[in-house]
């Protein structure tokens, strides 16, 4: 009996490493932050989003930024959020945790994967990290090169 209890412990300690190896790390951007016309509720260009601060609303573009978080798609460029659940699939104001890349997200839209994220902070995105500590956590802002 001793052998049977062994195996499946070993099984599951091995799924649980190998699952943890599945998610992004803590200080690794977990949205992709993409231009939306709040009229019409279609992405646009990226250059027609404020890129002062994160959050959505900013006065410098005609845009807002919208953040989708990984594992959810987001639009091509004209196409409409119709389809998409605020909330589960995108947020409307940068997020608190998790950090997030702005801009350089594929005009053909997609999936956010840590690639993608990735490739979008490579083409230009801006990134900003979440790091927490003690009581509060902090954020910075770090341009993609």
């Known amino acids: 009996m001793k052998k049977s209890l062994a195996v499946p412990l070993v099984v599951t300690s091995m799924l649980a490493t190998s699952l943890t190896g599945c998610s992004a790390p803590e ?4 949205y992709q932050g993409v231009c939306v016309d709040p009229e019409t509720e279609q992405r646009i260009d990226d ?5 002062d601060d994160g959050r959505s609303g900013g006065f410098g573009g005609v845009g807002l930024w919208y953040f989708f978080l990984l594992g959810s798609r987001f639009p091509a460029v004209g196409a ?3 389809g998409y659940r605020s909330g589960s699939d995108y947020v ?8 997030y890349v702005r801009g ?5 839209g997609g999936r956010v994967s840590p690639t993608s994220v990735s490739r979008a902070a490579s083409s230009g995105g801006k990134v900003t990290t979440v ?12 341009s993609g090169s």
């Open 131 to 142: 790091s927490r500590g003690g009581l509060g956590g902090s954020s910075r802002g770090i």
């Open 92 to 99: 409307r104001s940068a997020p608190r945790d998790g950090g």
């Open 47 to 51: 250059e027609q989003c404020d890129d």
């Open 80 to 82: 409409p959020l119709t």
């Open 27 to 30: 200080d690794e951007p977990q």
């Open 104 to 108: 350089g997200a594929s005009a053909d």
